[in-house]
C-alpha cells in the first residue's frame, strides 16, 4: 500500500528565507507526483505536477523535484513571503489507478515579517 | 471561471438524517471524485467516477453512496449519517485518466458535523 510522508509537520521561517520542503513515498509506481497548497476554510489549490519521466518542473519561485528511485520529491520555496503561509500538501498517482491521489499529511507553513 | 462547486459549505446535523452534498464542474471533466479530511489522516478518497453512469470505491466508501448521471454533477449521498461522518469533504475533477497527466482541481470543500 502506497503511503506518503511529509517532513516536517510543521514549520516558520523568517521573510526572504529559501526553504525546501519535504515528500516520500514508499511505491516508486507512481503516474505522478502533484504539490497542492491549502489555506484555510478554501480548497486545494494544485502548483506544480510532475509526470513520473520529469526530475522537476518550476512555477515562477517554486521548483518542484522528483527522484522516483528514492522515493522522493522536494518543493522548493525562493525567497519566501508571508502570503505564501498555507498548508503544502504532496500527492501521488499510482499506476493504474485511474487518477486517484494518495496524500501526505502536509506541511503547515508560516513566513514571518 | 473554470471551477468545482460544492453545497453546502457548511452543515450540521443529526445522526441518521439523510443529507446530500452537491458537487459540479464547468470544465467538462471525465473524472470526479470525494474526498474526506480529517487531522492527522490526510485526505482519504472516498469514491470516483471515471465517466457518467460509471463509478467506483475508493479507500473508505462505507456509509456513502454516489451517483454520475449528468457529466458535470457528481453528488454525495449519506443515507444515514454517523458522527464518525464528521469532516472535511472535497470534490475533485479532471480532465480525464492518463490524459496528459492534467493536474485535479478541488472545490472549496464542505464541512459536515454530525451530531
Known amino acids: 500500500k502506497q503511503e506518503v510522508t511529509q517532513i516536517p509537520a510543521a514549520l516558520s521561517v523568517p521573510e526572504g528565507e529559501n526553504l525546501v520542503l519535504n515528500c516520500s513515498f514508499t511505491d516508486s509506481a507512481i503516474y505522478n507526483l502533484q504539490w497542492f497548497r491549502q489555506d484555510p476554510g478554501k480548497g486545494l489549490t494544485s502548483l506544480l505536477l510532475?509526470?513520473?519521466?520529469?526530475r522537476e518542473q518550476t512555477s515562477g519561485r517554486l521548483n518542484a523535484s522528483l527522484d522516483k528511485s528514492s522515493g522522493r520529491s522536494t518543493l522548493y520555496i525562493a525567497a519566501s513571503q508571508p502570503g505564501d503561509s498555507a498548508t503544502y500538501l504532496c500527492?501521488?498517482?499510482?499506476?493504474?489507478?485511474?487518477?486517484?491521489?494518495?496524500f501526505g499529511t502536509g506541511t503547515r507553513l508560516q513566513v514571518t515579517l | 471561471e473554470a471551477q468545482v462547486t460544492q453545497n453546502p459549505r457548511y452543515l450540521i446535523t443529526v445522526t441518521g438524517k439523510k443529507l446530500t452534498v452537491t458537487c459540479s464542474q464547468n470544465m467538462n471533466h471525465e473524472y470526479m471524485s470525494w474526498y474526506r479530511q480529517d487531522p492527522g489522516l490526510g485526505l482519504r478518497q472516498i469514491y470516483y467516477s471515471m465517466n457518467v453512469e460509471v463509478t467506483d470505491k475508493g479507500d473508505v466508501p462505507e456509509g456513502y453512496k454516489v451517483s454520475r448521471k449528468e457529466k458535470r454533477n457528481f453528488p454525495l449521498i449519506l443515507e444515514s449519517p454517523s458522527p464518525n461522518q464528521t469532516s472535511l469533504y472535497f470534490c475533485?475533477?479532471?480532465?480525464?485518466?492518463?490524459?496528459?497527466?492534467?493536474?485535479?482541481?478541488f472545490g472549496d470543500g464542505t464541512r459536515l458535523s454530525i451530531l
Open positions: 510532475i509526470q513520473s519521466s520529469q
Open positions: 475533485a475533477s479532471s480532465l480525464g485518466t492518463g490524459v496528459g497527466n492534467q493536474p485535479q482541481h
Open positions: 500527492a501521488v498517482t499510482i499506476t493504474g489507478t485511474a487518477s486517484k491521489l494518495t
